[in-house]
């Protein structure tokens, strides 16, 4: 399994490096689901960042501009639409085997975790991609499919151009 050291060992250090859990609770509160500790560890670590000048992470404390808890509202309501849902496997939302939204991309993915069937497995990584519409379905956790994507690998999210220097890590403006 993949871990933080992994990810920081190719992203960098991190530089926000959260601790309150109150705005994970909150949201996990109001979602009715607890965050796979992989994501919330990484997503506390680094905040809200635009990783290789692509792929958007965003924390839930509110105060932040970019606010995780704002974007999975907005990002539901979204795709339960009758015209959106179509193009989802399952549908939106942080029931057992609904879809979550988390994350973004300027390249038109949007990335949702699975949430497990039952407590006992696994989360998994779905990426939708707006352009072609199609999904895809990893049988990896989060931190894998981002140590995936760090590395090059096609996880749908691999526009080269992007980090011709290796994986980098810059705070949303």
Not at 137 to 154: C, N, P, V
Request: proline share 8%; net charge negative.
């Amino acid at each position: 399994m993949a871990t933080l050291s992994d990810i920081r060992a190719l992203l960098g250090e991190p530089r926000f490096n959260w601790s309150d859990p109150a705005p994970w609770t909150d949201l996990e509160r109001e979602l009715g689901v607890e965050f796979p500790a992989d994501f919330r560890e990484i997503v506390d670590a680094y905040g809200s960042v635009s990783v290789n000048g692509q792929l958007y992470l965003k924390h839930p404390a509110t105060h932040l501009l970019h606010d995780l808890g704002r974007d999975i509202r907005q990002d539901l309501e979204f795709w339960r639409e009758e015209d959106m849902a179509e193009f989802l496997p399952s549908r939106a939302g942080a029931g057992p085997g609904e879809l979550l939204p988390v994350a973004s991309a300027t390249t038109g993915e949007m990335i949702f975790l699975r949430v497990p069937d039952e407590t006992s497995s696994r989360w998994r990584v779905l990426v939708q991609e707006m352009d072609s519409p199609s999904w895809t379905l990893y049988e990896m956790t989060f931190g894998e499919w981002l140590l995936a994507y760090l590395k090059g690998r096609d996880v749908m999210l691999c526009a080269r151009d992007r980090a011709p220097d290796g994986p980098f890590h810059e705070f949303l403006p």
